[in-house]
């Protein structure tokens, strides 16, 4: 039996590059045995598991364990079930329903998913003064009360409605058991949850000790590092480490134990650990294993109007990204079958980016992108593509076609028309982003597992500036000695289609080794090694 302990956040259905969220479906995928053990607040997690197919997943959660929770399967309360007053007025939004009294906000109810109520917010004279938090079951779970707009204390429930603990937030967030369910736990009083958490979830594990092949797969982060601690002492664990920050001596002390391996996406993180840890008495055990895996799920650029040039834009030197971003768009003002897409988590650069496509477009043309004449122009273009111009728009139009610059302003809209700035970073959007694109390129010094993975299922190249497991230079990607070199590897697979085709040909194959097969077979051996060690 594998055992699972996600990370997960409570109100969120964007799972989809959870490194816990994949490796469950590989395993299942592939017949193997598994329950999910959280140890964190997910009131959502009916929900979260339905919406990838994992419903039937057995799972046991530590907060249901300690707020005594036995039901499975519930039914998810409405607005109707709680005891409000009928004479509020209510404002409905997509997000949820304002309680309004007397002209003044008087509660906030939020859906989850935009379907299912998840919290209740009270205020008074505009002022936060409680939050009731909702299981997805059917029930209150949780209620946090605030003084002033500071957080005060947090009440967890049982499914009856009867307070099981509160921790004090005004005592460093210290936990006291209510009286009646004392003899449940080792004390009355903790310092923090998590030690708390922490407890239940190691009796639990002493409790299934007659499996005597007990493996756990988890990502741990600095709350839940302590419990993996504590379960290698017993068990068999291995730890996917995907967040170069958590790359620190103190981290990394924590998961060298005799019965711990340490997971890394690639070389990378590998070496990145090598450089740190030099404590020979205790070696870190570091296996490379894809947090993902990759499936036959070709793109559809070869139907695409334009090729287009997918920038998965990281941190890096201001002048770095305005100077790519000029050599790139150039491409684009050259080649009208190109199309540039920039994914821009981070406000700074998605505004650089927007920047510097403007400047370099009316440099170009010389033409200002504010002006009533492009402005004119662009929407006139976009109602033509979509054949809505009217006898009125057509008359128009001939007359401003023979202004000097008419060429120049609808070579500057077309070229606008062909460059996207998104600001999301939500698996799904990447999932398309990628589907639609000719080539992927990511400069990260340590690129995207996630999207390395899904440029393979999708068959198409990727550029990046470091060497990794998933990218064999000239064949299925290039790698770039430095940023200089990007626009010509861009134009090798652009405009040679012989070169994308052995590109396609190459992620095919590349697809096998990180089948979800070959990692369950990969996981299940450093498990088997070990036992035996």
């Known amino acids: 039996m594998v055992y699972f ?297 070869n139907s695409m109007e334009q090729q287009v040039i997918f920038w998965k834009v990281n941190q890096m030197p201001e002048r770095t990204i305005r100077r790519l971003t000029q050599k790139l768009l150039q491409v684009v003002i050259k080649g009208k079958d190109k199309a540039l897409a920039f994914g821009a988590n981070h406000e700074d650069i998605h505004e650089i980016l927007k920047q510097e496509v403007i400047t370099g477009i009316e440099t170009h043309f010389d033409v200002s992108l504010s002006s009533t004449d492009f402005k004119w122009v662009h929407k006139y273009l976009r109602l033509k593509k979509g054949h809505q111009l009217t006898p009125k728009l057509r008359k128009r139009a001939k007359e401003k076609e023979q202004q000097t610059n008419w060429d120049q302003l609808v070579d500057a809209s077309e070229t606008l028309d062909r460059i996207k700035i998104y600001s999301n970073n939500e698996p799904s959007f990447y999932q398309q982003s990628i589907h639609e694109a000719r080539v992927l390129v990511d400069l990260n010094r340590l690129p995207s597992p996630y999207l390395q993975v899904s440029a393979i299922s999708a068959g198409i190249p990727q550029i990046n500036v470091v060497k990794t497991n998933y990218v064999d230079y000239d064949k299925n990607g290039i790698i770039i000695k430095n940023d200089l070199h990007l626009i010509k590897a861009v134009n090798y697979f652009l405009d040679h289609l012989d070169h994308w085709n052995q590109s396609l040909v190459a992620d095919i194959s590349k697809i096998e080794m990180f089948s979800s097969e070959k990692i369950v077979t990969e996981i299940n051996s450093i498990f088997k090694e070990m036992r035996r060690n």
């Open 5 to 301: 302990i996600p990370n997960w956040r409570p109100y969120t259905l964007q799972l989809g590059y959870n490194i816990i969220i994949s490796q469950l479906a590989i395993f299942q995928d592939n017949n193997e045995d598994c329950t999910l053990v959280t140890n964190s607040f997910l009131p959502m997690l009916t929900y979260q598991l339905n919406e990838f197919g994992l419903l039937s997943t057995p799972y046991w959660q530590a907060l249901d364990e300690i707020q005594d929770v036995h039901i499975k399967i519930g039914k998810p309360l409405a607005i109707e079930d709680l005891p409000l007053s009928s004479d509020l007025e209510r404002v409905y939004s997509p997000r949820g329903v304002q309680f309004l009294k007397d002209d003044q906000l008087y509660a906030k109810a939020n859906y989850f998913a935009g379907k299912v109520l998840s919290t209740i917010e009270y205020y008074q004279d505009d002022q936060l003064t409680a939050i009731d938090y909702f299981d997805s079951r059917g029930f209150l779970s949780r209620r946090g009360t605030y003084d002033n707009g500071v957080p005060y204390q947090t009440q967890l429930y049982n499914p009856l409605s009867e307070v099981v603990l509160t921790i004090n937030h005004t005592q460093n967030d210290q936990v006291q058991i209510a009286e009646p369910f004392q003899k449940r736990f080792t004390h009355s009083h903790y310092s923090k949850l998590t030690d708390l958490i922490s407890e239940v979830s190691q009796n639990h594990f002493n409790q299934v000790k007659a499996d005597p092949d007990i493996k756990i797969l988890n990502n741990p982060t600095e709350d839940s590092l302590a419990l993996t601690h504590e379960l290698q002492r017993k068990c068999q664990v291995c730890s996917f480490l995907t967040d170069a920050n958590l790359i620190k001596r103190p981290f990394l002390a924590q998961l060298s134990a005799k019965n711990s391996v340490i997971l890394v996406p690639n070389q990378l993180f590998a070496a990145k650990i090598k450089r740190i840890w030099h404590e020979k008495a205790h070696p870190l055990n570091v296996k490379i294993v894809s947090p993902y895996a990759a499936h036959l799920n070709l793109g559809i650029s």
